[in-house]
């Protein structure tokens, strides 16, 4: 009986193709865009979290001032490359700390310049940054104590400055002091701000201050923690060692701030994560709409079959047969629709992930969920139509014109 039900469903869709895609235009639109939503925002969520991984492994950045953002500091005194060592033989947990000084500066080589972001800091810096040096080699002990003219460059100084021709063992002039390409670094693109990691020189620390600025300062301290250490404990230790350090009463408040790089990636991906959300139940509006064009079909549809209605119940027929052909016939309607909005939003999240440049991320539980929904609505809104087809008086049904 089932089967007969089915097959007769389906005759009926066949028999009005046009109408039967018009009325699952809502399921697939709802379903497409829900799918699409849910994959791009967590697409978005992986990039962000890879951006700021990749600022480095369990990275504490410790700045001047109580604000990170603005201010420059607000006036607060800078760091000391002492302040790094200190932190590094006092404090349990951590692996490597660099003490890091930058500026914006002109560079020139190969008859080109460019302006980049150039840093002075200790071979520490790659560690704590999880960079690598894809060509040449890092600094040596005694080009870091005496402050010699080599740098190591990112791929955008690179390519903006020699082209296709060999950059290392080349000169670069950083204002006016040449110095030697000893180094490049691994790319590593676009960072969590928006910003061109791969856009920076690379000097060491005392180069930069002696020959460049002209001061000692030390705008920011990355410390880089182990594997497993307990970051509470690291930064509470770390708080109260630059607080002896930079003198500070037990009545001040702390004039430097602490960022944890992780709990920044949980903060961004918490977001990203509520906005997809948001996204994602606006979308699914759209279902609810679709599922009303079915129920309005399923209206008519019963309007316009109502002496085969009736014909059915005059020969035997079942109200429960009825009820069930005309509800199959709803749940067929939105099942497909689910199912052509499973394969556009498929394609749709492939082609707008490489064109957002974010990860393609297949999600079988949310394609399942739409899918399933999208037939739980035909079972909703078919059911009106279906039981008002099942209760009709077969005489008043053959009397129909």
């Not at 307990?230 to 430097?256: G, I, P, Y």
């Not at 906005?275 to 079909?297: D, E, P, Q, Y």
């Not at 079959?305 to 939105?334: C, D, N, Y």
């Amino acid at each position: 009986m089932l089967l007969n039900t089915l097959l007769l469903a389906l005759r009926s869709i066949r028999r009005n193709l046009m109408r039967s895609f018009l009325t699952i235009l809502g399921i697939v639109i709802g379903v497409s865009a829900v799918i699409t939503m849910v994959t791009l925002g967590n697409g978005a969520t992986m990039a962000v979290q890879n951006q700021i991984s990749s600022l480095g492994t369990n990275l504490l950045q410790v700045r001047p001032g109580q604000r990170m953002m603005g201010g420059g500091g607000g006036g607060a005194a800078a760091f000391k490359e002492e302040d790094a060592a200190a932190i590094l033989s006092q404090i349990g947990g951590i692996t490597a700390v660099a003490p890091e000084a930058r500026t914006g500066a002109t560079v020139v080589a190969n008859g080109r310049n460019w302006t980049s972001s150039v840093i002075g800091s200790t071979n520490a810096w790659l560690e704590t940054g999880n960079w690598k040096v894809g060509q040449g080699r890092e600094f040596s002990d005694d080009e870091q104590r005496a402050g010699a003219a080599v740098c190591l460059i990112g791929e955008t100084v690179r390519r903006e400055l020699f082209g296709s021709t060999a950059a290392v063992g080349a000169q670069l002039r950083v204002k006016q002091v040449s110095c030697t390409v000893i180094g490049l670094l691994a790319s590593k693109g676009q960072g969590a701000f928006g910003n061109d990691q791969d856009d920076v020189v690379l000097v060491p620390i005392k180069t930069l201050q002696r020959r460049i600025t002209g001061n000692t300062r030390v705008n920011t301290l990355l410390v880089s923690m182990a594997d497993g250490s307990d970051a509470n404990r690291v930064k509470a230790s770390l708080t109260e060692l630059l607080r002896e350090r930079r003198k500070l009463s037990s009545t001040d408040e702390d004039n430097f701030n602490v960022l944890d790089t992780k709990q920044l990636a949980e903060t961004m991906s918490g977001t990203t994560k509520v906005m997809t959300m948001l996204l994602g139940a606006v979308a699914a509006v759209s279902l609810l709409v679709g599922g009303i064009g079915i129920m309005n079909i399923m209206l008519v549809s019963v309007t316009e079959r109502t002496r085969e209605i009736g014909l059915r119940l005059a020969i035997g027929a079942l109200e429960r047969e009825v009820l069930l052909q005309f509800l199959i016939e709803a749940v067929v309607l939105a099942a497909l629709g689910g199912l052509i909005g499973i394969v556009l939003a498929t394609i749709a999240s492939m082609v707008l992930a490489g064109v957002m440049q974010v990860p393609y991320l297949f999600n079988p539980g949310v394609n399942l969920l739409s899918f399933v929904f999208s037939a739980v609505i035909g079972v909703v809104f078919g059911y009106f139509p279906a039981r008002r087809a099942a209760r009709m008086d077969p005489i008043d049904a053959l009397r129909h014109e």
